[in-house]
């Protein structure tokens, strides 16, 4: 069910701006980031469905955002313990799952992506969503280093289509940037804009360029660290050592590396050094790939540049 408001945009003085109220969200993509969106969504109040490929995925996916809950009610609720468990129990009831996309786009208004980062995948999965989700749904994606025109270019709604991109873990990091491209309406904007509000998010405005903001400038300093590591001229444990005392940084780049996953890092360069093949900032690391090619592929399966057993 879509709700439609009026209200004054800030920036456009006194223009009255539409946006859809989005009420009822499914998200694609159970894991770390899928997750996170899920928790997040569900504990501001939005029905959420989570879809993933796989039932154990899913089940694992709702033990992690309870878990997260209960340590998020018993610092915030402290000294409220029966508001924490009402709080706890309406946001797990907001969460339901399926493995099943197509029949529960049916109601919803929003459709977040969080699927593994490869072009045609996402393709499909939103060509498919197209054609069965109506008219007035929003598709957003959350990738990280693919372009949403491409992305929406499988489908028959480019002005109900941006990005949605979230940072890792989704619950802790403030900033939502959301992304228009050159089809995206100016209500759809609105509408993400607004929903990354009543996730608490601050939001940014991208433009649909390779890595938004945040990973054009993040991405090439990691690869730096890689290669300096390979060259030997920095251990990995100093490097992310100096990183973090001399620049303040909450974790060194093999530490993040780790923590956003080096499959979707590996996703990432492909992508990047196949469109830019004369580039060195995105030549192609042997480290990072023989870790990738060994399924190390960082926290998610206890090891990468690290150990995490
Ligand atoms: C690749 C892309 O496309 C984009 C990206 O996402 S790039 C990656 C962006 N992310 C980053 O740069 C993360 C950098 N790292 C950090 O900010 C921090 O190390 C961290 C927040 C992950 C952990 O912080 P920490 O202080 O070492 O650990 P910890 O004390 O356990 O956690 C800090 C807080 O976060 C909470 N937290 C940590 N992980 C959490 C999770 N997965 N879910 C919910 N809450 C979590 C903890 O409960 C704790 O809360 P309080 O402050 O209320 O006590
Ligand atoms: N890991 C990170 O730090 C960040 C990742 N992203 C982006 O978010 C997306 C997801 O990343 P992660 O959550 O880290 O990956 P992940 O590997 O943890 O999870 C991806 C999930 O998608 C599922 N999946 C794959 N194909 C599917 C399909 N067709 N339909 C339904 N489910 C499907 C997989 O089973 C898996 O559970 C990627 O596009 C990534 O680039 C964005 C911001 C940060």
């Not at 969504?41 to 939005?46: D, F, I, Q, R």
Request: glycine share 10%; net charge neutral; proline share 3%.
């Amino acid at each position: 069910m879509a709700f439609f408001t009026h209200h004054i945009c800030r920036g456009l003085s006194s223009s009255a701006v539409r946006h859809v109220v989005i009420k009822n969200v499914t998200i694609i993509g159970g894991g770390q980031m899928g997750a996170g969106i899920a928790q997040v969504a569900a504990s501001t109040g939005h029905a959420v469905t989570l879809v993933d490929t796989n039932e154990d995925i899913l089940k694992k996916a709702v033990k992690g955002i309870e878990g997260n809950l209960k340590r998020v009610v018993k610092k915030k609720f402290a000294d409220k313990p029966e508001a924490g468990e009402e709080f706890l129990q309406k946001a797990m009831q907001n969460v339901s799952i399926s493995t099943d996309a197509g029949s529960v786009v049916q109601g919803t208004d929003l459709v977040v992506e969080a699927i593994v980062e490869n072009l045609k995948v996402k393709q499909d999965l939103f060509g498919g969503l197209d054609k069965v989700a109506p008219a007035h749904t929003i598709f957003a994606s959350n990738t990280s280093s693919l372009s949403i025109t491409d992305i929406a270019s499988s489908t028959n709604r480019l002005d109900r289509f941006g990005g949605l991109h979230f940072f890792n873990p989704v619950p802790v990091m403030r900033l939502v940037e959301v992304i228009a491209t050159s089809s995206t309406s100016q209500e759809t904007f609105d509408s993400l804009l607004n929903f990354s509000k009543m996730l608490g998010k601050t939001s940014v405005s991208c433009k649909d360029t390779p890595g938004f903001i945040v990973n054009r400038l993040l991405l090439p300093y990691i690869l730096d660290a890689v290669r300096m590591y390979e060259r030997g001229d920095g251990s990995k444990e100093d490097i992310d050592i100096a990183m973090k005392l001399g620049c303040g940084y909450p974790m060194g780049p093999f530490e993040l590396s780790d923590y956003v996953g080096l499959d979707t890092m590996k996703f990432i360069m492909d992508g990047w050094s196949a469109a830019n093949p004369d580039n060195p900032m995105f030549a192609q690391s042997e480290v990072l790939n023989k870790l990738v090619a060994e399924g190390k592929f960082g926290k998610k399966t206890g090891e990468g540049f690290y150990k995490y057993k």
